[in-house]
C-alpha cells in the first residue's frame, strides 16, 4: 500500500486534509501541529504518493473523488489508519 510508505506525519496529515475533509486549521489542532506544518506535509505526501504510483495527473483516476481529493485538495501514518471525529481523536 503506497499510504503505507510515507512517513507518519505526512500520511497523517494527507488523510485528515484530503480523504476525510477536515480543514488545514481543524487537521493542525488534531496533530497538534502548525497549521503551516500540515500543508507542508499534505504537499509533500502528495508529491511522494504521485511519485510512487507513477501519477501524472489526477485525471487519470476518472470518477473516484477520495483519490481525487487526496491527490489534488490536500492527511494519518501506519496509526493513520484509524477512525477520526470532528472534534478529537
Known sequence: MALAKL???QCEALLLVGASGFSYEEAAAICESSVGTI????NRARTRLSKLLSIDSA?????????RAVLTAG???RRCVGHYRRGGR
Request: aromatic share 6%.
Open 7 to 9: 512517513p507518519s506525519g
Open 39 to 42: 500543508k507542508s506535509r499534505v
Open 59 to 67: 485525471d487519470r483516476f476518472g470518477q473516484d473523488h477520495t483519490t
Open 75 to 77: 492527511g494519518r501514518p
